[in-house]
């Protein structure tokens, strides 16, 4: 798999039933109809790199420093298929390509993501955020996430 | 026609009629026009590579390239070329494209020095320039980071003797 350059025709795969942020954000089933879908902005400068995964979605690295090459990382897709793909490109397409040397994203424990399929990338849990964000009614704690390059 | 027959040669200013086109061109992982990573750029950030001096190259009225001459010193006659043809485009493409972009710069004024250069990763422009009589004049080590390894840009040019 390779990550290709955003078009004005990719919009659609913006929004979707995620939580915001989410370093792998995968549809919530029971996502409720009226609520508004998460949505990032099209990239239109430096400071984002987003990138489409053909068929899956989007990848989105955010906060990006350039100088000390890190960056937050978040995923938007519609489907779940060949994620542990996916996660490799992510990494790869980071350390590689964008010459990063730390990746970072939050993970959201309660909404029961594929940490193991996090962890066969090299993700490490780092640290625990208590309720750091709001879901179903309630504010639920979230994970920092992250691979650093050559570890 | 065969793609090692030598096409009609026409160009023109980019416009937004050739929007689509040019984006086609920046899907292939080497089309190293002014990015070395052509595929994974957005749309935003390859319309802002292609400035005033971007022209379309067109092969019997197909685009299939980009170039742009630019003026690097006002009174030695000194300018720099960027040219990419996309992948499909055989050698000889790139040497007849080349041979009539030297025949048109040249056709209305003097030019003393003409500078190309080519990152040490693009096989294909460094092929064309060591094939075209161009002095390669070294490299310029570790200025880019290409998948996961640095390389530098290797400098080229054509001088011609001075009319006066």
Known sequence: MRLRGYRGSDADLLAGPWLPGELLGLPLADWPPLAAPTT???PADP???LCIAPGLGFVRYTELDWVHRRARVEIGLHGVDGLDVLLKTVVAHGFLTLNLSRIHGWVTP?????IGLLADVGFQREAVLPEATWLDGRPIDREIWGVVRND | MTTTETPRWSSRPYSDADR?????LYTEPDFYFRTGDPDTRPEWEILELIDEDTHVL???GEVVGLYAVESEANNACHYSMQLRLRASAPPAWWQSA???LLRANTWRREVVRLALRFDEFDYRGLAFARSAGLREEGT?????????RRHGYVS???IWEPIS
């Open chain 1, 40 to 42: 990032v902005p099209p």
């Open chain 1, 47 to 49: 400071g984002q790199e």
């Open chain 1, 110 to 114: 309660l909404v029961d993501p594929p």
């Open chain 2, 20 to 24: 689509d086109a040019v984006l086609a």
């Open chain 2, 58 to 60: 067109l092969a019997d």
């Open chain 2, 98 to 100: 080349f041979g009539e």
């Open chain 2, 140 to 148: 310029l080590g570790a200025v880019t980071v290409h998948e996961g």
């Open chain 2, 156 to 158: 080229f040019a054509r």
